[in-house]
């Protein structure tokens, strides 16, 4: 049977907190409870290590911290949990690019996965220098990317493109192993691109079969090329003991949603170019009703925050179910997050984590073959689990 890959996140768009922080994806972040501090994102990667999740996404945009930096300052909190870091290709040349990926993948110990954004909204794009229409940064991309693997060859590297170029360029720092790319997109010319260089295709969580239709068409292009890449989602969850408790939480989320957050971040998300984003807004449509659009996927996050807008909502064998769903459409790797990160964390990795395990579709990646003391039970506060630093 298949062996899942799960990744969560850091939260570093705005900080964590009990509520959905809103924002990101061209809108202004709105500040939570917890900042987005080195202690308090290195408890949240220890936790995620501890728990068994292979890497925690790092996201990038001019909404949270330098996920490089970010990444960087708290990988010693961890031993073997790897970074997802996300940036955009062109805001730095392909060689230092390469440098640093190569930089980061020998000091850490092979720990960096990349998660390659072009970015959808020129108007943040400008922020950072970059003019080039949405067209425009997918060919760029592809020259980028195409630079970038041939200089991890370690031969030397002379390239002209419409956008870039490189001459004599010879790479001292080849990262070992080379870091995976992860690249996600909807539009056609992104298809393109992930078929060409991506090892794992994202996309964000639609119901499972309109999932399972671009993983077939982005598979076909792969083919049609002579490669083979790996599919991945990216999800919110709320994983609870039982059913109840997981859709009152839910509820919960959307009450602390005013409707004038809707109404300001809705129109903040209309304007990008994502064909992702305006799919996510499609879901939801602005309004509080009928936002499960799957049984056990909720679109409710997505009212306030961009990007991924979905979350698996549950007891912990209703999300393995889903997940099942997700596994059959083609899906290998999961990238969760919750609110808090840290709390929600525990409740998949002790839940649903375990349940997944005993189908047979997961193992810890660093089991620990004699644990000391048995594991805290569900009725237990978040907090008797593990103290939460908020400095």
Excluded at 37 to 53: D, I, K, N
Excluded at 103 to 128: I, K
Excluded at 160 to 174: M, N
Excluded at 241 to 267: N, Y
Aim: proline share 6%; charged share 20%.
């Amino acid at each position: 049977m298949s062996n899942l890959t799960f990744h969560w996140f850091l939260p570093t768009n705005g900080g964590d907190g009990r509520d959905v922080v809103g924002g990101g994806h061209g809108v202004a972040a709105e500040p939570a409870g917890r900042p987005a501090s080195v202690p308090y994102l290195g408890q949240v990667a220890r936790s995620a290590e501890q728990l068994g999740f292979e890497a925690a996404l790092t996201p990038t945009g001019a909404w949270c911290e330098d996920a490089w930096l970010t990444t960087a300052m708290i990988s010693s909190a961890s031993e073997r949990l790897k970074f997802l870091v996300a940036f955009r290709p062109g805001l730095v040349s392909p060689f230092l690019a390469a440098q640093m990926a190569g930089t980061f993948q020998n000091l850490t110990g092979g720990r960096l996965l990349l998660n390659v954004v072009v970015g959808g909204e020129s108007h943040e794009q400008r922020m950072y220098g970059d003019f080039l229409d949405k067209d425009g940064r997918y060919a760029r991309c592809g020259e980028f990317l195409h630079a970038v693997k041939a200089l991890w060859s370690g031969e030397p590297v002379t390239f002209h493109g419409e956008h870039l170029a490189l001459s004599d360029a010879v790479l001292a720092q080849i990262p070992d192993p080379l870091p995976e790319i992860y690249f996600g997109g909807s539009s056609p010319a992104a298809l393109d691109v992930a078929a060409a260089y991506a090892d794992v295709y994202l996309t964000w969580g639609e119901p499972p079969e309109a999932v399972r239709r671009k993983v077939d068409a982005v598979r076909r292009l792969a083919e049609e090329q002579g490669r083979e890449i790996r599919f991945g989602i990216r999800l919110h969850a709320i994983a609870r003991d039982t059913h109840e408790e997981a859709w009152a939480e839910a509820d919960r989320l959307l009450t602390g949603i005013s409707d004038e957050q809707i109404r300001r971040i809705q129109d903040g998300l209309r304007r990008s170019e994502s064909e992702g984003q305006r799919r996510m807004l499609d879901l939801n449509r602005g309004s509080r009703q009928g936002l499960e659009i799957h049984p056990g996927l909720w679109a409710g996050i997505g009212l306030v925050r961009g990007g991924a807008g979905t979350a698996l909502v549950g007891s912990h064998a209703e999300i393995a179910d889903l997940i099942e769903e997700y596994t059959a459409a083609g899906i290998s790797e999961f990238v969760l997050s919750g609110y808090p990160h840290l709390e929600e964390a525990y409740r998949v990795g002790e839940g649903v984590l375990p349940e997944l395990a005993r189908r047979g579709l997961w193992s810890h990646p660093a089991p620990v073959a004699s644990p000391s003391r048995a594991a805290v039970p569900f009725g237990a506060r978040a907090d008797d689990r593990i103290p939460v630093v908020v400095s």
